[in-house]
């Protein structure tokens, strides 16, 4: 208990130190980093940084964010992961210049009113790692937004405000508690990277033929037994289905027995490539579409 009180004590000296610093140099200040200093608080001196561009206080202890905070109109990155923070704050919205927000591994289950309004200039946001069931329909304010990550979140359901993100390109949404992908996936058309493994889902929208950059996308661990005509096909044609079938092998050749539903004949070389013939002539004696051969 000495040692650790020791530590805080001095840990306290040396933000003090590192802030009067940063403070003397006013304006021209542009990156503060304060990472794993056991702040308690964060310091509303900040608010006298107008100029400052990045802002680091990664794996500290701070409950909320100051209201200075809102003076930082010039913020680029803004960095607050591993804190005790409970909501993406309101105070978000005056950073209108912020493309980089990282908040993963905090204690986040909620987004305050009017967080998103002033986040035009958005580029990434990093909730992993926090208690999110749910996410706002102001979620599609975020219009620059291309980089997308909510793993390890308890979210229910994709909601369909996100599928109008037009400039999204990667989305990952794993380990959660989904269920279905929304309809209006097929909105995302500039989506290149899907992340959805460990879910609830047990259908694959036809949507997502709609995708056509779509070049990564991982759905293992779920209950998936549909797929609509069309939809394996397509993810052979875009060189996904050779990653999806790998997910899927690693639990046996039931779960491939059940997944598959492109014509044998058409991607025989492809199966007999990716799984061996051993996988091939398995489908070919005991799938639905064996007729198709």
Not at 57 to 73: G, H, M
Not at 85 to 108: F, Q, W
Not at 133 to 144: A, D, F, I, W, Y
Request: glycine share 6%; aromatic share 8%; hydrophobic share 40%.
């Amino acid at each position: 208990m000495v040692t650790f009180f020791v530590f805080c004590f001095f840990s306290k000296i040396m933000t003090e130190r590192l802030l009067i610093k940063a403070l003397s140099g006013g304006k021209n200040t542009k990156i503060i980093t304060l990472n794993g200093k056991k702040i308690t608080k964060m310091p509303s001196a900040l608010g006298k940084l107008p100029g400052l561009k990045t802002l680091a206080l990664q794996n500290n202890l701070i409950p909320k964010v100051c209201p200075e905070l809102c003076n930082l109109t010039q913020l680029t990155t803004l960095n607050l992961g591993n804190n005790l923070l409970e909501e993406v704050p309101e105070e978000m919205k005056y950073l209108v210049s912020l493309k980089n927000l990282h908040l993963a591994g905090n204690r986040i289950c909620r987004f305050a009113p009017g967080a998103c309004d002033g986040l035009q200039n958005l580029i990434l946001l990093n909730l992993n790692n926090n208690h999110l069931t749910q996410l706002p329909q102001e979620v599609n304010r975020l219009k620059s937004l291309t980089h997308m990550s909510i793993n390890f979140n308890q979210l229910a359901s994709i909601p369909r405000e996100l599928c109008f993100l037009k400039n999204l390109s990667e989305l990952q949404l794993n380990y959660n508690e989904l269920k279905c992908i929304p309809e209006e996936i097929k909105f995302l058309k500039k989506l290149q990277k899907l992340l959805l493994a460990r879910n609830n889902i047990g259908v694959l929208p036809k949507e997502l033929c709609d995708l056509k950059k779509l070049r990564i996308l991982d759905i293992a661990g779920n209950i998936i037994r549909i797929f609509p005509s069309g939809v394996s096909a397509h993810l052979w044609d875009l060189g996904l289905f050779s990653h999806f079938g790998y997910c899927c092998y690693e639990h046996g050749y039931t779960n491939i027995c059940s997944l598959l539903s492109v014509p044998l004949g058409t991607y025989s070389d492809k199966i007999v490539e990716s799984y061996g013939n051993s996988v091939f002539n398995f489908l070919k004696n005991h799938h639905s579409v064996s007729k198709n051969v």
